[in-house]
């Protein structure tokens, strides 16, 4: 039977465990907080299991000048803990950030992509835009956007 996973806004705080632990294993507490995580128009959801968190996202306002968008949403901090990946979480927890920021009239959701990662954004519809690049002490990453409300 299907894990049973349910879907609500989180405070950047409740993010910090998962991020840590999936996005950030072994490195400090700075490296898992972001800039404008606590800004207004930003949007965390969590996925939980049995009242566990599992699952996070987070949503900030901010447009990406080469891809150009008057409003334009960045995805980041995508995380799914291990033990829980590749069941299908990551992919709703997107459908769920998409539905948010449909309802807010947003056109364009991008994010920077690590290179691990590109099939399971393809597969949620996403395409890659421009070179590959390295964000120091992350990894190799690619743009990655979808237009919404099309
Ligand atoms: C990447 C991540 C968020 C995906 O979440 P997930 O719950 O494991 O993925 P899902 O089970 O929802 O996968 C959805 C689809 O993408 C595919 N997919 C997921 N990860 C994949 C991978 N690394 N390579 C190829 N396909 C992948 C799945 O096979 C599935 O396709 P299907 O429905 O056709 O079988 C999760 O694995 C994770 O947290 N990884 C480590 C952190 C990370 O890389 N975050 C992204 C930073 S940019």
């Known amino acids: 039977m299907a894990t049973k996973i349910s879907y609500t806004l989180i405070s950047s705080l409740e993010t910090h465990a998962v991020r840590h632990a999936v ?3 072994g ?3 700075s490296s898992f907080i ?3 995580d606590d800004t207004p128009t930003t949007i965390h959801i969590g996925g939980f299991y049995k009242n566990k968190l599992i699952a996070v996202v987070s949503l900030f306002k901010q447009k990406n000048e080469a891809i150009s968008s008057t409003n334009a949403y960045q995805l980041r901090g995508m995380a799914v803990l291990e ?4 069941q ?3 992919r709703k927890i997107i459908a769920v950030a998409e539905t948010i920021l449909e309802k ?3 056109f364009i959701v991008w994010m ?4 691990s990662a590109i099939p399971f954004y393809i597969n949620s519809g996403y ?3 421009g070179p590959i690049f390295d964000i120091p002490d992350v990894g190799l990453h690619y743009v990655m956007y979808k237009k919404l409300n099309s």
């Open 127 to 129: 395409s890659k835009f």
């Open 112 to 115: 920077n992509a690590r290179e």
């Open 83 to 86: 033990k829980y990946q590749g």
């Open 88 to 90: 299908g979480h990551g």
């Open 23 to 25: 996005l950030r294993a």
């Open 104 to 106: 807010k009239n947003v």
């Open 34 to 36: 972001f800039d404008g």
């Open 27 to 29: 490195k400090p507490i």
